[in-house]
């Protein structure tokens, strides 16, 4: 069997696509080589010229749309207070993948930003009684961190996920034409799904104040949200069970009111127990709720048409 004249495309042996289409003999990069008309035409097909000048580096709003081509990716945005574990939480998410943790129903099959993942992993040191973090997010940046999930059938699935500070948040939720919110308002208006982080340590030490400013943000991120999934992750929570019941109940009671499609799990990056569920499961289970929220493209299904006697319109279709 040819060889397809993307490289990286191993569709000679597997039969699928490397950009996810699901059938690899219409992909123009299969038909550059493969296509009796076009077999001498082993250039680039023109509509896969990658507009990317790869550096794996995280992805400005400006470079998204280079992965998004592909088959829309499924952005995830991250919305917290500044030092409530967002960083720390996407540098889990990458360190469990590298240990060999696994997705439930996707297989990792690479990432555009493995030099951003990469950074991000050096930073988090876990070790035996101590764990050392990522550095707080500067105000002003905003990246995309992304992954290639591969799901049963082998069609892949771009995903997108935000990193900023904390504080545009904050200034978000107080006034979300604010100047200095620039970044939260972009990744509200692109992300597809979000992650609302609640800090139990800030719970702890703030209490009232600590959930009045979650309450806020949830608020700003309800205004429009429309169908858009919610996963309230309560970060930190090897402290939970110091968090006042009163305002870890209410709050959970508020959140659930406020809205429809959504979930919430408990996560850490201190581990109790060799595996801990909050370190070694939690982190994943995240990114596993996410992903079942990605919009499947509808299949087709053929039933067999069973059709009363009595109806003429069927029968004389049937006897055609
Ligand atoms: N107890 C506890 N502390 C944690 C845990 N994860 C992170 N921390 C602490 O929380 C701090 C902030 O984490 P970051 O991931 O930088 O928080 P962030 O939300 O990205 O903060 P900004 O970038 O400033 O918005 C870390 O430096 C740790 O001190 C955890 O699982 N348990
Ligand atoms: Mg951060």
Request: glycine share 4%; aromatic share 10%.
């Amino acid at each position: 069997m040819a060889k397809c004249s993307n490289k990286d495309c191993a569709a000679h042996k597997t039969l699928m696509c490397h950009n996810g289409d699901p059938d690899y003999q219409k992909c123009p990069y299969w038909l550059a080589t493969n296509n009796p008309k076009s077999r001498n035409n082993t250039k680039t097909p023109k509509a896969f010229k990658k507009a990317l000048n790869w550096t794996g580096d995280p992805l400005s709003f400006e470079e998204i749309n280079s992965v998004v081509g592909r088959n829309s990716a499924f952005t995830i945005g991250i919305a917290g207070r500044a030092g409530a574990g967002k960083t720390t939480f996407l540098a889990m998410v990458f360190t469990l993948l590298q240990k060999g943790y696994a997705l439930d129903g996707f297989d990792f099959a690479g990432s555009e930003t493995l030099i951003g993942w990469d950074y991000l992993y050096d930073r988090l040191k876990v070790y035996q009684t101590q764990v050392s973090f990522p550095d707080p997010t500067p105000l002003e940046y905003c990246r995309f961190f992304h992954l290639a999930l591969r799901d049963e059938k082998g069609v892949l699935k771009d995903v997108l996920i935000s990193d900023a500070s904390g504080e545009v948040f904050t200034i978000w939720a107080t006034d979300r034409d604010h100047v200095n919110a620039g970044n939260a308002r972009l990744i509200y208006q692109t992300s597809s799904a979000f992650i609302l982080f609640i800090d139990c340590n800030d719970l702890i030490a703030r209490k009232g104040r600590a959930k009045a400013d979650i309450i806020k943000i949830a608020e700003m991120l309800k205004y429009n949200l429309r169908d858009r999934p919610v996963i309230a992750v309560w970060s930190k929570s090897d402290k939970k069970s110091e968090v006042h019941e009163s305002i870890l109940s209410s709050l959970e009671e508020e959140l659930l009111m406020m809205f429809n499609n959504f979930h919430q799990l408990d996560i850490s990056n201190f581990s109790s127990s060799q595996p801990d569920p909050l370190v070694h499961a939690n982190n994943l289970k995240v990114i596993d709720w996410l992903s079942k929220q990605i919009p499947r493209p509808i299949e087709l299904v053929s039933a067999t048409v069973s059709h009363s006697e009595k109806d003429h319109f069927l029968n004389f279709k049937s006897h055609e």
